[in-house]
């Protein structure tokens, strides 16, 4: 068997695609299942995707992805199954999708993560970008799929509008080879974090007035790790750049993860994945309560959830001030992940997928 996965960004780089399926490739390779990755965007591009200008290199870099897109073509005959992330192409119509499905008749995966079929007008969308995106294609894409693999069932409810074959693959963690470690606590300031991308830090505004509240009769530091420095202002706030070679040595300085989200359809597509990776290095959530959130974090066992500032200010003081109970949420954070949100517990679900059915 051997499986071609077609997605926006190069491996390594983008967190959906290495917590959606890149950490499967070594039990790919273990059960002797070959693979290519086929990236639009290649690394050249992807260096200056998300800064102002350099709109000769992000041309040039359209073009290469458009060529590769086309060469996709004239190689999919060595491929038993066609896994698509998201989408073949970053905008227009899904001719490539319906290429391979209709014409090629190859056995189609189609994964997405998110509720790309809405508008997500955020900051840090690209206006142009915006206006060529092609909203309708997921629900074609998911017509025209062998089956789709979702992240959660929000999602898994649109999906089944169009197809019949619909799998709920949530968004996992590596706790044996990654998030192996276990923070200890120990810090001798309290630490307050979040984790994200420039597409998801303008949630943190909301939590700004409760932070300031916080900083008069408490001290402890605020770590926000990113791409982009955040543009408020805190007496707490200390910004570390996102890498990935220390993402988690950068994330076990945290006692508590925070992941707000604002009360729209779009954020009841999200799921989960920085309260996921608080969790698997026995950090306790504490999370909006909307869409997946409250299925991951169960309130007062292994985070807390909360639905509106003063819930969010609660929380964050308890957590504070009550060094048992944080340790008591801590403990109970991994064994969920491990127990259901793990590489090892979704491993057989993830191959299924891949697999064409056997003809009756």
């Known amino acids: 068997m051997k499986v071609l996965f077609i997605a926006p960004y190069p491996p390594g780089e983008a967190p959906s695609q290495r917590f959606r399926f890149e950490q499967y ?31 000769t290199g992000k041309v040039s870099g359209l073009i290469r992805g458009m060529a590769r897109r ?22 227009g119509p899904p001719f490539l999708e319906w290429m391979i499905a209709r014409v090629f008749r190859k056995f189609m995966v189609y994964d997405f ?29 998911s017509r025209w799929a062998s089956c789709v693999s979702v ?9 089944s509008r169009y197809n019949d074959r619909v799998f709920i693959n949530p968004t996992t963690i590596d706790t044996d080879e990654h998030h192996n470690s ?62 990935k070679q220390a993402e988690i040595e950068d994330l076990l300085h945290f006692n508590v993860g925070l992941m707000p989200l604002p009360d729209d359809v779009w954020s009841k ?17 504490v ?33 504070i001030t009550d060094q048992s109970f944080l340790i008591k949420l801590g403990a109970n954070t991994r064994q969920t992940i491990v127990d259901r949100y793990s590489l090892r517990s979704n491993r057989e679900n ?8 056997q003809q009756k």
């Not at 002797?32 to 350099?54: E, T």
């Not at 992240?151 to 999906?159: E, S």
């Open 287 to 319: 999370v909006s309560a909307i869409g997946v959130n409250s299925e991951i974090v169960q309130d007062g066992f292994n985070g807390l959830i909360c639905r509106n500032p003063q819930q969010w200010k609660d929380a964050l003081k308890k957590l």
């Open 25 to 55: 490739f070594t039990e790919l390779r273990i059960r002797g299942i070959g693979f290519h990755v086929s990236p639009f965007f290649d690394r050249a591009v992807w260096k200056i995707l998300y800064r102002p200008g350099h709109l």
């Open 269 to 285: 597509g999200k799921c989960g994945f920085k309260a996921l990776q608080y969790m698997a290095l026995g950090i306790p959530a």
């Open 182 to 243: 276990i923070a200890k606590h120990s810090n001798k300031t309290f630490v307050i974090g979040w984790t994200g991308s420039h597409s998801t830090i303008q949630y943190l505004d909301e939590l700004v007035p409760v932070l300031r509240e916080l900083e008069k009769d408490h001290v402890f530091e605020f770590h926000v790790i990113c791409d982009v420095a955040p543009k408020f202002q805190l007496d707490s706030l200390k910004f570390i750049r996102w890498t």
């Open 113 to 141: 993560d998110d509720a790309i079929w809405i508008p997500n007008a955020s900051e840090s969308n690209n206006r142009l970008t915006m206006l060529l995106k092609c909203f309708g294609n997921p629900a074609r894409i």
């Open 350 to 357: 993830f191959i299924r997928i891949l697999t064409k059915p």
């Open 70 to 91: 086309v060469g996709v073509l004239f190689t999919l005959w060595k491929y038993d199954t066609v896994f698509i992330h998201r989408e073949a192409l970053p905008f």
């Open 151 to 159: 992240g959660n069932g929000f999602l898994a409810g649109f999906a």
